[in-house]
């Protein structure tokens, strides 16, 4: 099994860049763990509550699951992965079960930031984008999807997106064997790990 960690901010492409490292490789290989699933529940505070947390800070995620749930996979076993809502900001009575595959990918804002989650990796990639496209994506995507207005969105980059990624994210770069310019606009890094991929398979198998 080969695990890989795609970490970089938010908005810059790191889903993307998963999709189309997917698309290049045999079908039925790959399982994804996006951090977000992993995002604590917290149904126990009221909505108003929970829309406030610090969703950038690596509290917000239960990362000793995630840790647990890489471990089953490589162990043989399949996983129950939780689903997260960023409407209610609670996760789901339902789960995926997810079972173990040749790559698995986990990807998310904090993953490079835990000690034992990139013990557990054996390829790192962070992906790098200028925090105003970020914060362009961002807005659109957050209004489309997340049921945000445009004044919640930057009221909450400023409070709290932007700090924590100078905090975290940005710092853990220098944990990454590869980074990742233009994301998923980046046709030849893309091309670049899907070979690298396809050849740790290859000598696997
Ligand atoms: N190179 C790009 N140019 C323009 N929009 C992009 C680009 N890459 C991603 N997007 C869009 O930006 C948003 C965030 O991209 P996504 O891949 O989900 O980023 P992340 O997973 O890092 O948050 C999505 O709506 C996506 O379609
Ligand atoms: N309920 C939530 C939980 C998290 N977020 C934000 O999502 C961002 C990470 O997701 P990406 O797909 O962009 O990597 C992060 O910046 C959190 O603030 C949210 O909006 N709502």
Redesign the pocket.
């Known amino acids: 099994m080969l695990i890989i960690g795609i970490a970089?901010?938010?908005?810059?492409g790191?889903?993307t860049v998963v999709r189309k490292i997917i698309e290049k490789l045999p079908q039925g290989e790959v399982a994804v763990l996006?951090?977000?699933s992993y995002?604590r529940d917290n149904a126990d505070m009221p909505l108003e509550e929970?829309?406030e947390?610090?969703?950038?800070h690596p509290r917000?995620v239960e990362f000793e699951l995630l840790v647990e749930h890489i471990k089953k996979l490589k162990n043989g076993e399949a996983i129950d992965q939780p689903i997260?809502?960023?409407?209610t900001?609670l996760r789901s009575e339902e789960t995926i079960k997810v079972e173990p595959k040749e790559v698995v990918i986990i990807?998310?804002?904090l993953a490079l930031t835990q000690p034992e989650l990139r013990d557990l990796m054996d390829l790192k990639i962070f992906v790098d984008c200028d925090a105003d496209d970020r914060l362009n994506r961002?807005i659109k995507?957050?209004i489309v999807e997340?049921g945000?207005s445009v004044n919640k969105v930057l009221d909450?980059y400023e409070k709290?997106?932007k700090p924590?990624?100078l905090q975290f994210i940005e710092p853990s770069k220098r944990y990454a064997d590869i980074i990742v310019p233009q994301g998923g606009n980046n046709v030849v890094a893309i091309n670049i790990l899907t070979h690298f991929i396809e050849k740790n398979l290859i000598v696997k198998l």
Not at 8 to 12: D, E, H, K, L, V
Not at 84 to 87: N, T
């Open positions: 970089g901010g938010t908005g810059s790191k889903t996006p951090q977000d995002y929970r829309q947390i610090n969703f950038d917000s997260y809502s960023y409407l900001c990807e998310g804002i961002v995507r957050d997340r945000r909450r709290t997106v924590m990624h």
